[in-house]
């Protein structure tokens, strides 16, 4: 990562270069949907905050944090187209100074919870299929993750049968939404 940007070493850039190596090293579970490039996904995101299009509070973020922002499973196309809707479709959501529910709160207001629709081989991503088609647990918590990662907050999420959550960073704490 050093080696692809020399903007990796030092302050926040340095962290997320060291958080994205570490979580990256290997295959894991959230290598299964894409081969996630640490790389590339640690250029994407250092892209996003130098045009400002991150939370501010991502320049405080620790390495350990950036691991729980860069492991977001969905491409890297993924994360700028959802960056973009939310701030056109919902700058509410982006602007809430409630951070328990700063960009997460689309699952409350535009994700349908029923059972999810059929997925669609039509080219739209899994993301917006999603956002469309609803879903229970599951489909909303990954929801949330994108919403959340997207704008550079750490988030973790977990899944068992018949439910699934996240928690995330705000600057009082982690916080669980869906729990």
Not at 75 to 100: C, G, Q, T
Request: with cysteine.
């Amino acid at each position: 990562i050093q080696q692809a940007s020399p903007q990796a070493g030092s302050g926040i850039l340095q962290r997320l270069a060291l958080g994205t190596a570490l979580e990256q090293a290997g295959p894991g579970e959230n290598n299964q949907r894409f081969n996630i490039d640490p790389v590339k996904r640690y250029l994407h995101y250092e892209k996003a905050y130098l045009a400002g299009e991150l939370d501010p509070a991502f320049a405080v973020m620790t390495a350990w944090d950036s691991r729980m922002i860069t492991d977001e499973p969905n491409s890297e196309a993924d994360l700028a187209w959802y960056r973009e809707m939310l701030k056109n479709y919902r700058p509410d959501h982006v602007y809430n100074p409630d951070y328990r529910w700063r960009y997460s709160r689309i699952v409350r207001t535009d994700v349908p919870y029923r059972e999810p629709l059929p997925e669609q081989h039509d080219g739209t991503s899994r993301i917006q299929q999603l956002l469309c088609g609803g879903g229970k647990c599951g489909p909303r918590a990954f929801v949330g993750r994108i919403a959340l990662r997207s704008f550079g907050i750490p988030t973790w999420g977990v899944q068992q049968p018949g439910h699934a959550a996240l928690a995330h960073w705000t600057p009082e704490g982690w916080t669980i939404n869906l729990g």
